[in-house]
């Protein structure tokens, strides 16, 4: 029996602030944001996807993830299965490390290497170029932040040309602490 799925996202990043100024008696409030979001809807065209995965875990000290987006693994239904994207439109990678001492230990940070920093790049002619304008890029990730990609058209994670793959988006830990990683993705498969 074949099964049916159905995958809607939104896609959001912003910053809201409120700046309040003082002076002699007088006040000055200013709130803003952009509101920016992008609601993706159920299907294979623009603005549309048809697959998303998530990945979460932790990289050891000095270890690598490379994420293929051509054989991405999906738990489904009892089973797991390979998601061939073919199509990108939003990717999301958090490095969750709450700061708070050594990674593992407890009490406060002593030394920089402590710091659990994260990398996202796409090595040489293996790695998803589109993600990083057609270069290897190399974007660090900083404890308890994001780095986010987002494209309603979408960017395909492979380059026919020379008949190589250009499908992986490998992270890293780069202070040598270990760290723990989340990363979603959705997009369209083929």
Known sequence: MATTSTVTAVLSSDIAYAFIDSVAGS??????????SLSIG????TGQINAAVRYT????????????FTGF????????????????KGVV?????????????TG???????IAYLTAMAPGTSGFTGLFNGGDGQVKVNPGCTWM???RFGVSPQDMMLGTTNDVLVLGDT?????PVSVIAVGVTG
Do not use: C, R
């Open 27 to 36: 006040t000055t409030n200013e709130t803003s944001s952009l509101g920016y």
């Open 57 to 68: 875990g932790f990289l050891p000290s000095g270890g690598q993830l490379a994420l293929s």
């Open 42 to 45: 159920a299907g294979t065209s």
């Open 149 to 151: 990609f987002n494209d």
């Open 108 to 114: 406060g940070i002593t030394e920089t290497s402590h």
């Open 175 to 179: 202070s040598g602490s270990g760290v």
């Open 73 to 88: 693994p999906k738990p489904i239904l009892g089973g797991v299965y390979n998601v061939n994207f073919t199509n990108v």
């Open 93 to 105: 990678v958090e490095n969750q490390w709450n700061g708070l001492g050594p990674i593992g230990g």
